[in-house]
């Protein structure tokens, strides 16, 4: 049971376009979001993240947008950059409970200069 | 400061063997998870600890264990080692208590492969 899910395993875009990255849930007890990103032989590193109770974050060149009512969030990354092509995880935590975070498959996000 | 290490970095097992993979984390922080990513199912959570206890499981057959020693140092073994065992492990860990509420600092992983 995939409770969150990213659809594209991958993606291509041109340098200094927008890149948007999804992500759906479906256990509606999450209460927090986060962005991570993962170059080769590297471990994840954190990026961005959004609590439920906001609709976006920014960061930079990052922007997390939560729409909770469709149980999706996208992060989007205005200008991409060649540097930014990675994989990108999508993951979420439940308030309460576990408290464990649940990672999704990830995308890999290519960008060609 | 020197991040987290993990290691060996890469490891080749037979079905059947056990093995055994460490990791150190930040210094100060007390909290490491572990994590399995595979091509099929991404990153899954496989334990944590806090203090020297496990705090935190995810859903792994009883054949994936840890520990986590005084010094904040973590190990996890996996015993009767099976071909879908063959992922790369990644230990991440954080300052505080609970993990999920603080951010995870992963190190490079290792790669484990079962033939």
């Known amino acids: 049971d995939q409770q969150v899910k990213q659809n594209s395993p991958s993606l291509s875009v041109q340098e200094g376009r927008i890149s948007i990255l999804n992500c759906d849930y479906t256990?509606?007890?999450?209460?927090?979001f986060l962005w991570y990103k993962k170059y080769p032989a590297e471990g994840p590193t954190f990026l961005i993240s959004?609590?439920?109770?906001?609709d976006k974050n920014e960061d930079g060149r990052f922007t997390v947008f939560l729409n909770k009512s469709a149980k999706h969030l996208s992060l989007h990354i205005v200008p991409s950059q060649p540097g930014d092509s990675a994989v990108y995880f999508c993951?979420?935590?439940?308030?309460?409970?576990?408290?464990?975070?649940?990672f999704g498959k990830g995308t890999k996000l290519t960008v060609n200069p | 400061k020197a991040g987290v290490t993990q290691t060996p970095r890469y490891l080749i097992k037979t079905r059947g063997q056990q093995v055994t993979l460490s990791c150190s984390p930040i210094?100060?922080?007390?909290?490491v998870s572990w994590y399995q990513q595979t091509p099929g199912q991404g990153l899954q959570f496989l334990f944590e600890?806090?203090?020297?206890?496990?705090?935190n499981k995810g859903n792994f057959p009883g054949r994936f264990s840890g520990r986590q020693f005084s010094n904040s140092r973590s190990e996890m073994n996996v015993s009767t080692l099976e071909l879908g065992d063959s992922a790369l492990y990644l230990c991440?860990?954080?300052?505080?208590?609970?993990?999920?509420?603080?951010?995870?600092?992963f190190g490079p992983g290792t790669r484990l492969t079962v033939l």
């Open positions: 991440a860990s954080s300052l505080g208590y609970r993990s999920s509420y603080n951010e995870q600092f």
């Open positions: 256990n509606s007890m999450f209460d927090y």
């Open positions: 959004i609590s439920s109770i906001k």
């Open positions: 993951a979420a935590r439940t308030q309460g409970g576990s408290e464990k975070l649940v």
């Open positions: 210094s100060g922080h007390r909290s």
């Open positions: 600890y806090f203090s020297e206890t496990q705090r």
